[in-house]
């Protein structure tokens, strides 16, 4: 059974100019000789933590995190303004480039898998190989699934108390509602929304884990900000066209892969990873059991540390 590598700390972090306000937070941790891999938060605007380098052999991988526009370190934290999906896939090359890297491994999940394969349907020529957990293919169903009708039938307390957040509580258009609410002008109304979507957000991820606050929780002018970046991205389709990620994988055949999905995934359902294993055939296809969306526990810890340590034998 594979465990996280030990801890360590970055060698080197810097804020990434971009040509805009955004400034991207960038670490390098690990072997500086190593295979590069780029580390590719969910959300949006959730952000990395120390924990994530500990995916990878610190011997064997130059390790990058980065914090997308608006999230974590990243300054200004919360900005929308040009903060799209391909503003993120560019403020990779322009990573890449800085720090000299030829080809790198891409690791992401959730979200992250989303940038993974649009920044490889891109940039195909710079990737070495990928590791894709949880996967999430920003399409319409996906959508609907977490913000219409699928997971409010697992769970319908947190989803009606979510519906209910909303003035008009329209569940046939819910999204544009939450968009509505958390960029109108009433801040009451705001707290509300943000309370019950990151509610909402905790229980489909955590499942029979979530727990309830003892107490009410004080909604911080940051946890606005992320609910807002969340639903912007949203509203926004993700600025990609439908089935895209699907639709343009042809490119993507030669590159090693490894798809780990969980079975009781309900923030993205195990269709996701099974249409995605069928688009790329030549990938590692992992379903875990037990496992659900979160990147946890023993046998989700075992999958992804495994895949990290043969992806070294693949490219070496």
Partial sequence: MKTLYPQIEPFHHFLLQTDSKHSVYVEQSGNPQGIPVIFLHGGPCSGTKPHH???????????????????????PFGEIENNTTQDLIDDMERIRKQLHIKQWVLYGGSWGSTLTLLYAQQHTENVLGMVIRGVFLARQQDLDWFAKDGAGRIYPEKWQQLV??????????????????????DEDIKKRVAKAWMNWGGQVALRQEYQDADEPEHVTEKM????????HYAQNKYFISENQILK??????????????GRNDLVCP??????????MPNAEFIVLPNAGHIASGEEMIDALVGATDRMTHSIE
Avoid at 54 to 75: T, W
Avoid at 176 to 185: E, R, V
């Fill in 224 to 231: 606005l900000q992320q609910v807002q970046m969340e639903i």
């Fill in 248 to 261: 343009s994988c042809e490119s993507l055949q030669d590159i090693p892969t490894t798809i780990v999905h």
């Fill in 164 to 185: 209910a957040s909303v003035i008009d509580g329209n569940t046939a258009d819910l999204i544009p509602c939450l968009y509505d609410a958390m960029f109108g002008k």
């Fill in 270 to 279: 195990m269709e996701s990873g099974l249409s995605l294993s069928k688009a």
């Fill in 53 to 75: 380098r500990y995916f990878f052999n610190p011997e064997k991988y130059h390790i990058i995190l980065m914090d997308q526009r608006g999230c974590g370190q990243s300054l």
